[in-house]
C-alpha cells in the first residue's frame, strides 16, 4: 500500500535519525532519487517503489521491515545485552532507530534462523505458543544419541515449571552425538531442559527452520541477514491441519 509523505519523515521512518537531523541531510545534499538531488525536504512523494540514495547508498523504501538473521554463537537477543554484544550491532545502525526487535529469543550460545522486525503485529503473532508454529532445531549433545532418548523426546518429558510433559513434533538420530528436533511450544530453554529431563545435555543447538523458511533456502552465513519478501513471510504460516 502506498502513502504520500513528505522528504523529512520519509527519512526519519526508515530510520535516519531525527526529523531535525533527517532536514540536515536533506539541506546538506545527501539525498538524492532517481540520480537527481533533493534539497526540499518538504517534498511530497509517493511511497510505492520509492528508492532513495543516502550517503552514496540505495535504500528501499518499507513500510516495515521483516529480516532473517544467521543468528552467531555469543550474540545476546536484547536490546540491552548484559554479557555479549546484541544481535542488533550485526545489522545496519538505521535498523536500531526503526526499533526492529527479535521475534522471541535464542540464547546467546544458540545460532541460527532469527526473525527481527519493528512490526508489533507481526512480533506477536509469531511470538505467540498458540499459532503452533514448528520449529526446527540441530543439537549436538553430550552423551551419544539412543533410540531410547528419542522415543522419550517423543513421548513427552516433564520438566519442572510445566503442568503437563512436553514432547517433540519430530524427532529423530542425525548421527551419534547429533539429532534434529521439532518443537511448537516455544518455552524458554525447552530444547535444552527437555534433553536434561531426558538424562543428556545440550553442548551446542541451532535452528534451521521456522515454519517452512529454512536456513539452507536462505543461504545465510554465520551474521549474515536478508529482508524477507512476502513470498518467504508465507512461509511462516502453519499448514492448515488436515481433516
Known amino acids: ?71 552467531p554463537a555469543n550474540f545476546e537477543c536484547s536490546r540491552k545485552p548484559s554479557h555479549h554484544p546484541g544481535v542488533l550491532t550485526l545489522l545496519p545502525e538505521q535498523m536500531s532507530w526503526r526499533d526492529v526487535q527479535p521475534v522471541g529469543r535464542l540464547d546467546h550460545d544458540t545460532t541460527g534462523l532469527l526473525l527481527m522486525s519493528d512490526d508489533g503485529a507481526f512480533i506477536h503473532a509469531q511470538s505467540s505458543p498458540r499459532r503452533h508454529v514448528p520449529k526446527l532445531y540441530e543439537a549436538t549433545t553430550h552423551d551419544p544419541v539412543t533410540p531410547e532418548l528419542i522415543a522419550h523426546l517423543l513421548a513427552g518429558v516433564q520438566l519442572h515449571d510445566e503442568p503437563a510433559p512436553l514432547a517433540a ?41 521456522i515454519g517452512s523458511l529454512t536456513l539452507q533456502a536462505l543461504d545465510l552465513a554465520e551474521g549474515e541477514w536478508c529482508y524477507l519478501e512476502p513470498a ?12
Not at 234 to 243: E, Q, T
Open 1 to 71: 500500500m502506498s502513502t504520500r509523505l513528505s522528504l523529512d519523515r520519509i527519512l526519519q521512518s526508515q530510520g535516519f535519525g531525527s526529523r531535525k537531523y533527517c532536514r540536515q541531510l536533506i539541506d546538506d545534499g545527501e539525498v538524492s532519487i532517481d540520480g537527481a538531488v533533493v534539497t526540499d525536504y518538504r517534498a511530497s512523494l509517493d511511497t510505492a517503489g520509492l528508492v532513495l540514495t543516502v550517503f552514496g547508498e540505495e535504500w528501499v523504501y518499507r513500510a516495515n521491515v521483516y529480516i532473517a538473521l544467521n543468528k
Open 232 to 243: 518467504q513471510l508465507a512461509l511462516l504460516v502453519p499448514a492448515p491441519a488436515v481433516a
Open 169 to 209: 513434533v519430530t524427532c529423530r538420530m542425525l548421527d551419534a552425538h547429533r539429532l534434529e528436533i521439532v518443537l511448537e511450544q516455544g518455552k524458554y530453554h525447552q530444547v535444552k531442559r527437555m534433553l536434561a529431563a531426558a538424562g543428556n545435555h545440550c553442548s551446542a543447538l541451532c535452528r534451521t527452520a
